[in-house]
């Protein structure tokens, strides 16, 4: 006799075939678990546990007394090990990306950031406000910080556009080699600009300094991405 765990896994891979087949849509109720059952000749615990299973993978959500429903995946999934720009990250995974500036401004660096970049309190910054888009979609909200030293005297903050890492390796000969990173969830109301921007409230933070080869900092950035539609795999290994 097979062993439960066997079962339950089965079950679980099937059903993700299925999803994966688009024979459950987004949005689209799954059958109910006795139902199931009878499909997969297992018991309901079985395919409880298997639905649990694709619940915490995110590819399905439950409601107790309403149903399992198909969850939506993000458009854009990416390795959150690789230093790559946010454009190439969303063109390798099949998806047309664009930016819109919203502001480039030169200030001082607010305290805060100073201390969060290691620089002087009288440091000039680049600061650039950025929306992400994938095939016309909003991804994220990007607020960078550039030391103002690092630019050409020449510069004009409106011939910044598209892609930021494009522009520093092309213009400023500097090419981020390594970023400390932190990761945080947020939720707020006050993240973003434009029209979409009161329709979200949760988003992953990705919170990080870039260093060129010689270690010298060159950008900090804060990249709210949209919950649900911009996703980060992490592959770990002994």
Do not use: C
Not at 5 to 23: H, K, M, P, Y
Not at 78 to 101: N, Q, W
Request: glycine share 6%.
């Amino acid at each position: 006799m097979a062993r439960s765990g066997t079962l339950v896994s089965r079950v679980a891979e099937d059903l993700r075939s299925a999803l994966a087949a688009d024979q459950y849509p987004a949005g689209a109720k799954l059958p109910p678990e006795a139902e199931l059952g009878s499909q997969f000749g297992v018991s309901r615990p079985t395919v409880r546990a298997a639905l649990r299973e694709l619940e915490a993978l995110g590819l399905v959500k439950t409601s107790h007394g309403v149903g399992t429903f198909v969850v939506e995946q993000p458009a854009v999934r990416t390795g959150l090990e690789r230093l790559d720009s946010i454009t190439e990250s969303i063109r390798a995974d099949g998806h047309v990306p664009d930016m819109v500036y919203a502001s480039r401004i030169l200030r001082a660096v607010l305290p805060e950031e100073a201390a969060r970049m290691e620089v002087s309190g009288d440091t000039q910054v680049l600061e650039i406000r950025r929306t992400v888009l994938a095939d016309g979609e909003v991804m994220a909200y990007s607020y960078d910080l550039m030391p103002a030293s690092l630019l050409p005297k020449d510069f004009d903050p409106e011939e910044l556009t598209g892609s930021l890492f494009e522009f520093m390796k092309t213009r400023l000969n500097r090419v981020p080699v390594t970023a400390f990173a932190e990761v945080h969830a947020v939720e707020s109301n006050h993240v973003g600009w434009g029209s979409e921007a009161a329709t979200h409230k949760l988003f992953l933070l990705l919170n990080q300094l870039h260093h060129d080869a010689t270690g010298e900092l060159i950008l900090y950035s804060r990249t709210y991405f949209i919950e649900g539609r911009y996703s980060f795999s992490l592959v770990r290994t002994v």
